[in-house]
């Protein structure tokens, strides 16, 4: 980034009070997903409002009609003059924090050691929407050109979007956009800015299988009872073939894979096996082994299992059967698989493989959003590219992520714009895990990207 | 039981002080696993000893040497005249009484119910092993004659008795018996006496697979990372052939397989798959489905998982990679396995079958005690017959006990005394599990028990 840049100066004059509001944010353990914290979305929504509104946007607050009633805000600011609307997406809500114990900082006091904020949400999604936002504020108060501008923050990205999902096309007129921004991704491993080229789709699965309906003692009924933990082992393996690949029949029938120059460029930034070691503690091997990491993460579904438990899982020997046993799914998605349809095949083929003696339950179930993946030779992207060189002399990569936004495909569908997703994550932000921080430097180049994207776009 | 019984006349005579001082015992939270309550074993200890002392016996207090210091109660009274001596075991510790919130009294504030006491150790053993001692004191107290008595009463039987049996051999001496007498078991489902003829021994390993050195987020890194809840899974899955068989080379080879008469006897007492169905909740269908359930209880060897853990346990969904799975395995073993061999054999399965990409280590690791098995010819036996027709018309019906004292081989091979195993537990009293109660009637059952065993003994 450019030492003496527009929105660099505008960070450091107005410091103090950037930060004082940002960790009013960080503070409110805004978890979507939770009926305990709606007050805390609520109180977010309100401060998210107060801001825009204060920026000359009119604002709204919206609250879905079905499932949780988590704020959505939604903001309109037009441009005389302009031609092109952008639409802004971002989200406040936050992953859980658990476990608390590994957090060295309070999840919900932001911490600001050697240049990076510690906090649930610092990155993931606070810190990079809010960081955009203030782009735009510096451009409206030193009176710059800029297009007609909406801007969407909701509460449910980590759970799903539902409520946004089913909000969007009663809005969508409303939504119209020529270009979705959203800055929620990261840049490459070796920190050349990126342009997402995809994203995947998410949807969640919880299966349940009970036995007795006690936990048992394992000496008189070890050998005779069926036990859930064994069953569920049994059943969970039977989900990927050895080689990693998915074994669910008709989950994967429907993915387009990636062309040749997809895989090319996609390869082309890849971390060897011993950098990415090095980064998170173990090789590469999950998943379909055959092919390369980058390829998986991009083109490819998974089935993975974020939660097991079953039985006494404290200190020390307990021993019983256990009367039940939990896995918690979720499923990544890729063009052009149908999330009614993986969701269906990965049901029956749970029901199929449940081994005898238990009852298979299902809970949790979100059907969820698909993914999407844009042509590299969109316009769009040829004008991120330029912005981007501006920031940095090294050219931009393609990333063709592993990670969901949920309601991407569904706003780029209602909303007929081109979505546009340029973040400044860096793996070290550890988001969604215990002690998620964010640079000051990192927060600075959502800035800058914002004001200069914007300021490309105010035609 | 007889309604007149001189037991129950003394049990009734002085019921208000033996709930006291019973309720005292079952007050304390005497987990011998957990040094965070070694105070109360220690108290338990205390009160039990001050016990024994009022009845006659020379008592001392033991600690051992390795491992947790929870102390052994060892107590002796020899009668004149007698040339027979009886060796009583019971233990004062207790499972841990997780989940608290499936009680519906607290686990540790004795409550009696529909002539039931509702406690954490009510039946197990705290309940029959006071009962048993009151047996010798109503004798005691009536001036009956008794064989010469030595008492073993320890802490750590939940937890494999590591320090007794590290003990036994250096006092072997002391304990020199003739008939080794425990009331740790419980009774046919109908009802009718058992006489114990076998129990299994139990061992313990917990299994832990790394992946990555944090939680991941699921989508970045799905499909590429290694998920040790799904390599848990598939390792845990190799424990077992379909059939429900155990899959681990070299842990069955030893395996004695009953006689034709064993298995008689077994299945002549053996519920219906409907009973079964109807009092716990589920059809028995674990372990190796095409052995008669008595026959896998009593005769076979199972690897079962008593707790599994991975990821994000609470409610809602978090969409991470777990860094680490956790499985704690106990296993119950039949004579001839040898307990090294068995553990050996178990840990090299794992090694061999844990998916790549996890590093793989074993903790709480205790090689724990064999499996003893008694002809059904032995005398002892014999005189319990006869002692339990007394108590109930119905002949009473020999068990091979899926269940484990871990202790009790050791105590045979060391004291040279036959062991005798009666004991009154019912299903319903959910040993090992929440809401664990033990009836007024079940405890005169063990009293009268022990009063007529030991005139049985005493000459």
């Given at each position: 980034m450019s030492k003496t840049s527009f929105a660099l100066t505008y960070f450091n004059e107005n410091r103090a009070t950037i930060l004082e509001e940002w960790y009013t944010l960080l503070r409110?353990?805004?978890?979507?997903?939770?009926?305990?914290?709606l007050g805390d979305c609520a109180r977010a929504a309100a401060i998210l409002k107060k801001s825009l509104k204060a920026m000359g946007f009119a604002v709204e607050i919206i609250t879905p009609e079905?499932?949780?009633p988590v704020p959505i805000v939604i903001a309109e600011r037009p441009a005389t003059g302009a031609s092109t609307t952008v639409l802004f997406y971002g989200h406040y809500d936050v992953q859980p924090a658990?476990?608390?114990?590994?957090?060295?900082?309070?999840?919900?006091e932001p911490t600001l050691i050697d240049g990076r904020v510690y906090a649930r949400g610092a990155q993931d999604n606070k810190g990079q929407m809010f960081a955009f936002l203030l782009g735009i504020k510096a451009l409206i108060e030193a009176g710059k050109p800029l297009p007609n501008i909406k801007i969407i923050v909701e509460g449910q990205e980590e759970s799903g979007s539902s409520g946004l999902m089913e909000l969007a096309p009663a809005i969508a007129k409303k939504l119209r956009a020529d270009v979705l921004l959203v800055s929620d991704t990261s840049c490459a491993a070796d920190g050349r800015p990126a342009i997402i080229a995809s994203l995947r789709g998410i949807q969640n699965l919880t299966v349940t299988l009970k036995g007795a309906d006690y936990d048992l003692h394992s000496g008189v009924h070890g050998g005779v009872a069926p036990n859930p933990a064994i069953g569920m082992a049994k059943l969970l393996a039977?989900?990927?073939?050895?080689?990693?690949?998915?074994?669910?029949?008709?989950?994967?029938?429907e993915v387009v894979l990636p062309s040749k120059e997809e895989i090319e460029l996609s390869l082309s930034s890849q971390q060897s096996e011993r950098e990415y070691q090095k980064e998170i503690g173990c090789l590469p091997l999950g998943g379909e082994r055959a092919l390369e990491p980058a390829l998986r993460a991009g083109f490819h579904p998974t089935i993975e299992v974020n939660g097991l438990f079953s039985g006494h899982c404290g200190h020390g020997t307990k021993t019983v059967i256990p009367s039940s046993a939990t896995a918690k799914l979720s499923m990544r998605l890729v063009p052009d698989q149908n999330i009614e349809r993986t969701l269906s095949a990965l049901k029956t083929h749970l029901e199929a493989h449940c081994p005898p003696g238990f009852q298979i339950s299902f809970s949790e179930i979100v059907t969820g959003a698909p993914g999407f993946r844009l042509p590299i030779s969109s316009p769009i992207f040829k004008l991120a590219e330029d912005v981007l060189l501006e920031m940095d002399d090294r050219p931009p990569v393609f990333r063709w992520e592993g990670?969901?936004?949920?309601?991407v495909a569904t706003l780029q569908k209602v909303t007929g714009a081109a979505p546009l997703l340029v973040g400044f994550g860096r793996?070290?932000?550890?988001?969604?895990?215990?002690n998620e921080s964010f640079g000051l430097d990192q927060f600075a180049q959502v800035m800058e990207w914002s004001t200069l994207i914007l300021e490309a776009l105010a035609f």
């Open positions: 409110l353990p805004t978890l979507g997903a939770d009926q305990n914290h079905s499932g949780l658990d476990p608390a114990e590994a957090w060295n900082t309070p999840p919900y039977t989900l990927h073939h050895e080689s990693g690949r998915i074994a669910v029949a008709g989950f994967s029938d990670a969901s936004i949920p309601v793996e070290e932000d550890k988001i969604h895990c215990p």
